[in-house]
């Protein structure tokens, strides 16, 4: 089947999960359609997955399908778009995208830096435009702050990880898994801890002498954002981008805020058009001059989105996990040595993900502070 989109029947039965006819819409006003080479799935697909996303609006009885980060070329545009025609490569971000085809208005597609992939472009969007609005925009981080990045190793994160050592910060990282820290370390990140567990905010603080951060990127809940705020030190800048607690109306202590600190609520979906199609030609600048490079990836067939699924829900991925489709070329499998990343314990895979961080850390974590 060429022409399809990935959807599900009932939310929480992956079983359902089947590749179904697509009906292709010609675009109209300020749209273009795109046949889409590479997706990057963010969790949030997984949550819809699952059937526990609180987001979910969709209409009874209607399929849920899955939308995320996404590089393909144009095939036609619809009236009134300027500055893309059809056979530009394009990279954005849109709705119901895991597909052969997608008709998306144009401000949630830029053109292609040319020396990136398509799986490399598709790590792109979601990832780095949610870093850039928390650390620039909302954050306002400057050189020399320290900053704790929680999740470290998956995409929003090692997005955030970037950006911060660009802007010339000192980096404090979490993550779940022991292999995880490791891949951290093996970027250069002296202060890794774990995020599963509380002492994080102990041993953050030991680490600078009991003087706190500057900024938290967060995505933990529960009495681990509370204690996540409470390591921010006098003018702290706290960026929420969990939903658990925002979704549940969780209660929020303000003590800590007579020290001058500040909550963001991070989520670009309320963006206005103009507002998104900026920020994401200002993530993607850097790419196109080579300042950035994309993140480590996991690629799923087309056939495989089932086990992408189940990659993210255990958290076993590092980066981003990507569905491809070009017929013109042999699917990779998992854990293939042409994309390492660490997706368990042996040692021959932590001795791939060693050797691909450390191009990692070259090509990606330049010492320049210039943002």
């Known amino acids: 089947m060429k022409i399809f989109r990935i959807e599900m029947g009932e939310p929480g039965l992956l079983e359902e999960l089947i590749k179904a006819p697509l009906v292709r819409r010609a675009p109209g006003p300020g749209e273009v359609e795109v046949k889409i080479r590479s997706v990057g799935l963010n969790f949030r697909e997984v949550l819809k997955a699952l059937g526990v996303y609180p987001g979910d609006l969709r209409a009874a009885g209607t399929p849920v399908t899955f939308d995320g980060d996404l590089a393909g070329r144009i095939v036609a545009v619809g009236e009134g778009v300027e500055g893309l025609r059809a056979g530009d490569d394009v990279v954005g971000t849109g709705r ?12 949630l597609v830029a053109r292609k830096p040319s020396a990136l992939t398509w799986d490399e472009a598709a790590t792109i969007p979601i990832a780095f435009m949610t870093a850039q609005y928390a650390l620039h925009r909302a954050g306002r981080i400057q050189t020399g702050e320290r900053m704790l990045i929680h999740a470290a190793a998956g995409g929003v ?13 000192e980096i404090f ?9 490791e891949y951290l370390r093996s970027l250069g990140i002296r202060h890794v801890m774990d995020s599963r567990s509380l002492k994080f905010a102990d041993e953050v603080m030991e680490a600078n002498g009991g003087e706190g951060v500057d900024l938290v990127l967060n995505s933990l809940a529960g009495e681990f954002l509370t204690k996540s705020i409470g390591v921010l030190r006098e003018f702290g800048r706290f960026l929420e981008i969990g939903r658990k607690d925002i979704y549940e109306d969780a209660a929020l202590r303000l003590f800590p805020f007579r020290r001058n600190l ?7 979906q309320p963006m206005d058009p103009a507002g998104l199609a900026a920020l994401l030609a200002e993530t ?8 950035l490079s994309p993140l480590p990836f996991q690629r799923f067939g087309i056939d495989e989105v089932k086990d992408a699924i189940r990659t993210m829900r255990r958290a076993l991925h590092i980066g981003r996990s990507l569905s491809e489709w070009m017929e013109r070329r042999a699917m990779v499998r998992p854990n293939s040595p042409a994309h390492p990343f660490v997706t368990g314990r042996s040692a021959r895979t932590r001795s791939r993900s060693s050797a691909w961080a450390a191009a990692f850390r070259a090509r990606i974590l330049p010492s320049s502070s210039g943002v």
């Open 96 to 107: 119901s995208v895991l597909a052969s085809h997608a008709t998306l208005p144009v401000h």
């Open 173 to 181: 990282a979490t993550a779940g898994r022991p292999e995880k820290r």
């Open 157 to 169: 994160g090692l997005a955030a990880v970037m950006l911060a050592k660009r802007a010339g910060a």
């Open 284 to 291: 993607l600048e850097p790419f196109t001059n080579g300042r």
């Open 262 to 268: 500040s909550f963001h609520a991070i989520d670009l």
